[in-house]
């Protein structure tokens, strides 16, 4: 998949991002405000807009000289449209629900790297941070990941790539200021567990 932009399988970038915003207000547009929230021209929006409304999917109405814009969603293409424009969503989801199905829970789990930060491509990897519990058996541990590697990979069409720390771990990394952890920090969104903010904080009050 195309985490960066995942519509792309069916949909162009700016058909995607106009959609994403009609979708996912439940108020109208007019074509300069659709551009702007969007990110795309005026001209490529009316484009948009003309093309989707002749089918249905956007309803237009006339206020004064401004034409006002809303997604359609009684139209029987609507929810094929929604469950397309929420694809990064839906896979976030399908990470944490995956990691959910666990027998042995990771003290906490996250996406980073370029699919968190929404700047991924076919080629990404799914980056994941798992802090991992003591004395667990190592295999059964490791079968969890093999299993849900295989899974995530069927599902989004992205290898896994596992970043398996301990606690102890962390707290040396975040103690030496490894760069990793200045990514971790900013970019990184928590799938299980509490958020590596709070790990980190709870790390800082205990050093002191």
């Known amino acids: 998949m195309n985490t960066g932009e995942p519509t792309d399988i069916v949909l162009p970038r700016a058909t995607a991002a106009v959609f994403r915003v009609l979708v996912g207000a439940d108020v109208s547009f007019s074509i300069r405000q659709l551009a702007r929230v969007a990110g795309v ?3 490529r929006a009316v484009e948009i807009v003309n093309h989707a409304s002749e089918r249905g999917l956007i309803l237009v109405e006339l206020a004064g000289r401004s034409r006002m814009c809303r997604f ?7 929810g094929a ?5 929420t694809i990064r969503e839906r896979m976030l989801r399908a990470i944490g629900d995956e990691i959910a199905l666990w027998s042995i829970a990771p003290l906490h789990a ?23 519990p003591k004395g667990e058996p190592e295999e059964d541990w490791e079968e969890q990941k093999y299993t849900s590697g295989v899974s995530l990979r069927a599902k989004i069409g992205n290898h896994v790539s596992w970043f398996d720390i301990s606690m102890t771990e962390l707290k040396r990394a975040m103690r030496v200021s490894e760069p ?9 969104i928590c799938l ?10 709870q790390m800082r009050g205990k050093g002191k």
């Open 41 to 43: 021209s005026a001209p």
């Open 81 to 85: 449209i929604i469950e397309l424009v």
């Open 192 to 201: 299980s567990g509490p958020p590596l903010s709070d790990l980190f904080r």
């Open 110 to 132: 996250s996406l980073f790297g370029s699919v968190a930060r929404g700047e991924g491509d076919t080629n990404s990897d799914l980056d994941l941070l798992l802090v991992h």
């Open 72 to 78: 359609n969603r009684e139209h029987l293409a609507a």
């Open 180 to 188: 990793i952890t200045t990514e971790w920090k900013k970019d990184s």
